[in-house]
């Protein structure tokens, strides 16, 4: 039993000490960090800019619900805009961090902020629900509702699924 526990334990160690020698640099985890916060900032920038352009063109040909739709989708990619700009910036401009323990840190804290943004996303989904059902039993402009409830569903399954795909390979 006590050669197996022996056994047992250099193992572990080897293998640890093996897993160790194969793990990167805080600057090499630091640099993949960075590019998988880049390309997401980029992906959200690109579903803004393409929202915004088919939600100012969209609005100005169509009218009623439809036309509310293409506003809430332009108005709510101008924040998803300046998210992603901003978000792109300050990841290249960071420092390296000194030590593991902070980059795990950081890399903790953007995991949570991912989740929370997830949660946020869940609510705005039954807010456009709340909308739609409102438009129901509305007789000021309910088309409005209606297609602001239907943009908010959209964006905000969109941001749900970017935000749990983001953290699932943020994660790894």
Do not use: C
């Amino acid at each position: 039993m006590q050669k197996f526990f022996l056994t047992f334990v250099l193992t572990f160690f080897l293998f640890s000490f093996d897993s160790l020698a194969q793990s990167p640099s805080i600057s090499q985890a630091y640099e993949n960090d960075v590019k998988i916060r880049k390309t997401g900032m980029a992906i959200l920038g690109a579903w803004a800019v393409g929202n915004m352009i088919t939600g100012a063109i969209g609005r100005s040909q169509t009218t009623g619900q439809t036309a509310y739709f293409h506003e809430m989708n332009l108005i709510w990619n101008v924040v998803n805009l300046g998210i992603a700009g901003a978000g792109y910036y300050f990841t290249s401009t960071g420092d390296i961090p000194e030590t593991a323990s902070a980059l795990l840190n950081d890399q903790m804290s953007f995991q949570k902020i991912l989740l929370f943004n997830a949660g946020l996303d869940l609510a705005y989904i039954a807010s456009g629900f709340y909308l739609m059902e409102r438009a129901k039993n509305t007789t000021n402009k309910p088309e409005r509702l209606k297609g602001y409830g239907k943009s908010v569903i959209l964006q905000g399954s969109f941001l749900f699924v970017f935000d749990i795909i983001l953290h699932t390979i943020h994660s790894k």
